[in-house]
């Protein structure tokens, strides 16, 4: 048996700490004195009996959250409150709850983990149930957490930490829950605890005393992680969370119903564009109507133009001798297909027009045949079965062969919904793979030594049959249909898929190819998978989201370590259905959730951009890219004096805010606020709105006659209180017409929205009090060191620099105080190593494979793309943004067609100027070939394309110092680079950085070289 592949997770990627940090950062300013004997059998809470977190408090810091991530603030606190189950009579709870909205594959699993460890190193928090919605995401959320411990370990100094399966038959573990004093998780599906009939509510001789197994957790406080939070939104389930007496919550999904006090949200758009998933690519295998009679069987290869005559090349089964012969014929308008094939199933089938911009055929009879839907018409579902499969083992023996000298093993998943059709000897699916397989081995060596059965895996549900004999079985599709038994039995299938998840990506493990019941499509992921294949004979509603989200990760190597190269994360659904239908279903389904939808999936069979080897094999691109290649060094001086001053002044500065504990009081009254929508007409793709807005003091206000267009959101224009209603969509009908939000509702001519918003307190006056306890201090000088690389006497003495007021804060609140000094410093740091960085050329050259970087062909799927002009390198170009697609279209392009450009083409990802940790690595946008002014000689230029020259305006930090640290490297090589927008006309101009992307080399004086390894 191959040896598990111990994966590698990274505990730097920006959009996961920032998902932990906007949680973390709610409580800045909490603290407390409850100690906890690890040797008693006492409970062990997360907070002092009787006290609850104060709800102003609260508000004040969720808006500076939702603010710091440009998130509309809240004008209230949403909180869960009403009754818990009626176990031991009636009685209610009241609980906050927040809402972090993650794209699947983006590891929203690492990141709630991550977010426990830093709750309880900044709080002391140690109790947290995390309640999923099934026994997949229960078996996945605890394989996450076993394969994740040592690197958890690794972060936060070997603190112990226990995870608990609750399981209803084991009940004395939540006594083990409740008294351990380190950080305990506890993984409980809904169901465990969502009726008072459970294990959980019963008296037990398992437990000592009296008290009853959920007395334990509510004695707690809980913190819950909700996971798959929109399943959870039922009036039973709101009263089982209730139950436990949770301190508070978090949701945290991909797809949330309803986003209570949001504090952050990594949409699919921005998923997509980040490269955090892979990119999707779609193969639609279809039947077509009235062409499948029989055996029959049509193939469109090309549409093409012969002079002035357009024909189509198709490949259709044609009589010959008496016999079936499938072979190539040529259509041109009014041939008649039976003519041309001799057999008699196409009779009626005369060509009417044939669509050159289309690729499609039309038949007189009304068929239309089109090579963008289906890879063979066919009669049967066995046929279309079998056509998909033969491509997806082509896909994969095509990734698998690109893939392997990066160490990287290729799986392809099917989903299938009966089980008899893979498991029977005589299963179909079972028997068309193995064919087809070993049809097709021969395209590669390795598979070409193995049998299609040692490449193959099923994984599906045993349940024990009257002999009491296991048994294969289909379960229910969906979560409301399953019983019991399906649950029980998905159990096991689960543990045996996330027993065996490492093991597939190793080499030496043979099974490449895995068969899973389409029940069993949540919950669970390999990161190698890149091709998913859809075999589905049910009529049942596909979820695409829930089928590519088991392939969306981004795959990882030998080593287990993630692989990013541009290129390689690209995930082929192999469709049952057309491509288009299959990509608008998907483009629906993330607006029904709410969501600006992603970049439509590319077509499998879409061309590849195609290199211009007029520009890639000419001696001016050769040139640019010795230049290029050229191997620089860098040394970082820091003037340690400069530093500790800048630092000494940003920490004493009235704007650096040190977080204290504070109480709070305050007063006020209670207004409900009133927004009717009411829709007017409709006209060429606007809504005419009338927004009525009246309050319980009878302020009323009237918005009437506007004009909206999708994507207009509401609750950003109009009112926060509006949050949620943005248009997704506008339809216009004879009889109505219809507006859908992002929320889910729907205004129409017939029927007004009104939207209550009830939830918070009018203030008339807010009482802040600081706290006036002290806690103890504990080594914020060693921390310091360790965390920004900079050495303990330049620590302790920017610490002693501070003004005396400022230090007091530690004594108040140590680890928000220590939190914000090692922020500033580091910031303070980064800004100086981008000033001081000085590079120099080694004398040899980077490494690249110049092949790889520029293909013949490449693709670019789920790229926004644009065409190229004559000397782009290749024939479409990819933009990032719209002043990227501005600056090729508006400057590029002219400029070209002036006869100005030699060649130009956008770096490949895999093309980095090295730059120090602290900072990141640098991937500029474009390079330039263009003619000097005499017209014989060509200059070199970099751009980076930015919406303003202004430093300060950039988005990030760290793009200014990306900028300073890239003049300076390209200075050495000899490269005109400079940063540019859509509007800089003369870009080609050498245009002199300002004095702020300068480096003062004047001042050399008592230089501290920096120590980069301890970033």
Partial sequence: MAKNIKLKFENNQEHQNIAVNSVVNLFEGFSQNLIVNEFSSDIAPNIEPFYNLEENWLLDNLQAVQEANSLQPGL???????????????????????????????????????????????????????VVPSIAIYEGVYKTIEITKEHFKTLYGNTTMNAIKYDGQQIGKVKDFAVNPYINIMIMTIDAFNSKTNNLYKPTEKLPGEKKPYQYLQETKPIYILDESQNYLSPKSREALRTLNPLFAVNYSATPKEKPNLIYRLSPVDAFKLNLVKKIQVEGVTEQHNLNDKDLSVLLEEVVRNGNTIQATLKAHCMVNGAKQLKSITLKKNDDLFDKTKNPDFEGFLVEDINLKTQQVMFSNGSTLGNDQTQGITLSKTEIFRVQIEQTIKYHIERQKALRNKGIKVLSLFFIDRVDNYVQDDGIIKNLFDSAFDKL?????????????????????????????????????????????????????????????????????????????????????????????????????????????????????????????????????????????????????????????????????????????????????????????????????????????????????????????????????????????????????????????????????????????????????????????????????????????????????????????????????????????????????????????????????????????????IFKNPEGFTSKFIEVIKEQLADHIAEGIEYKLTGELETYDFDEMFPSTKKFPQKELIDGSDNSLYDFVQIDSGVEERFVSNILVEDDRSGNIIGYFKFPPTFKVRIPKIIKNYNPDWGILRKSRDGKTSINLVRETKGSLIPEQLQWPSEKRKIKCAIKHFEKLGINYRQVTSDTLKYWENNKPTQSYRLDLEQENDHLLYDEGKI
């Fill in 441 to 809: 081995k021969h395209l590669d060596k390795h598979y070409a030594k193995l049998e299609a059965r040692q490449v193959r895996q099923g994984y599906f549900a045993k349940k024990k049959n009257k002999k009491k004999e296991e048994e294969f079985v289909d379960t229910a599709i969906f979560n409301n249909d399953k019983t019991k038994d399906d649950k029980e039995a998905e159990k096991q299938a689960y543990e045996l898929i996330m027993k065996n998840k490492e093991v597939l990506l190793n080499f030496s493990e043979n099974v490449s190819f895995i068969f899973a019941h389409s029940a069993l499509r949540e919950g669970w992921d390999n990161p190698n998978v890149f091709q998913i294949c859809t075999l589905n004979t049910a009529t049942s509603e596909n979820r695409k989201r829930q089928e590519i989200g088991r392939g969306l990760r981004l795959c990882v190597n030998q080593d287990g370590e993630r692989v990013q190269e541009e290129g390689v994360n690209v995930l082929t659904v192999i469709a049952n259905e057309h491509y288009e239908e299959y990509c608008n279903d998907l483009q629906k389904e993330y607006r029904e959730s709410g969501d600006v939808a992603p970049t439509k999936p590319s077509n499998a069979r879409k061309s590849d951009a195609k290199r211009n080897d007029k520009v890639f094999n000419s001696k001016e691109f050769k040139i640019f890219w010795d230049l290029l290649a050229l191997k620089t060094d860098y040394e970082i001086k820091l003037d340690t004096d400069k530093l500790i001053t800048e630092c000494i002044t940003k920490l004493n500065s009235p704007k650096t805010v040190f977080p204290e504990s504070q109480i709070i009081i305050t007063r006020g009254k209670f207004v409900i606020t009133t927004f009717r929508f009411k829709l007017n007409k409709v006209s060429v793709g606007l809504a005419q709105i009338d927004i009525t807005i009246s309050d319980t003091n009878g302020v009323e206000n009237v918005i009437k006659g506007e004009w909206y267009k999708v994507g207009y959101d509401f609750g950003t224009k109009k009112s926060k209180r509006l949050s949620g209603y943005k248009i997704v969509e506008i339809k216009e009908y004879k009889s109505d017409s219809v507006v859908h939000f992002g929320n889910g509702e729907s205004l129409s001519l017939e029927s007004d929205i009104l939207h209550t918003d009830n939830k918070g307190h009018q203030s008339e006056s807010i009482t802040k009090q600081e706290a006036q306890t002290s806690y103890p201090v504990f080594n914020i000088i060693d921390r310091t060191s360790k965390e920004t690389g900079i050495t303990r006497p330049t620590v302790l003495q920017i610490f002693k620099g501070m003004e005396e007021d400022r230090k007091k804060h």
């Fill in 76 to 130: 209230a606190l949403d909180v869960d409150d009403g009754p818990m189950l009626d176990i031991d009579g009636y009685n209610t709870h009241r609980f906050p709850c927040f809402t972090v909205e993650m794209e699947t594959g983006t590891g929203k699993t690492y990141a709630y983990l991550k977010t426990v460890f830093e709750l309880n190193k900044r709080y002391g928090f140690r109790k947290f149930i995390i």
